[in-house]
């Protein structure tokens, strides 16, 4: 079973920066579909931004310019550099890897709170 482990969150003044790292078990890293997930309290959880093995990746529109999803395959590592922060970016946010064998599996990381406030 592969174990995720996020680490990065904290509090940040409205238009700061925080880099969030997931880091990953087991092998064959570069082949699992990643991504990044946020739940604000009263909100359901959203998707924030997604990498797949072959590079391609997708953005909630709210984050489109401010956050870059990337990948150190050699690491076992996905990160979320999250630029400009708004208020409205407070959630724990998760990370999630996609695994195919015969059938998709999730498996999702414990999450790490990320607070934007004056």
């Known amino acids: 079973q592969v174990q995720l482990v996020e680490s990065g969150g904290g509090l940040v003044q409205p238009g700061g920066s925080l880099r969030l790292s997931c880091a990953a078990s087991?092998?064959?890293?570069?082949?699992?579909?990643m991504g990044w997930y946020r739940q604000a309290p009263g909100k359901q959880r959203e998707l924030v931004a997604s990498?797949?093995?072959?590079?391609?990746?997708n953005y909630a529109d709210s984050v489109k310019g401010r956050f870059t999803i990337s990948r150190d395959n050699a690491k076992n590592t996905v990160y979320l550099q999250m630029n400009s922060l708004k208020p409205e970016d407070t959630a724990v946010y998760y990370c999630?890897?996609?695994?195919?064998?015969?059938?998709?599996?999730?498996?999702w990381g414990q999450g790490t709170q990320v607070t934007v406030s004056a």
């Open positions: 087991g092998s064959f890293f570069s082949r699992y579909a």
């Open positions: 990498s797949t093995s072959d590079g391609s990746t």
């Open positions: 999630r890897a996609t695994v195919v064998v015969f059938i998709t599996t999730d498996y």
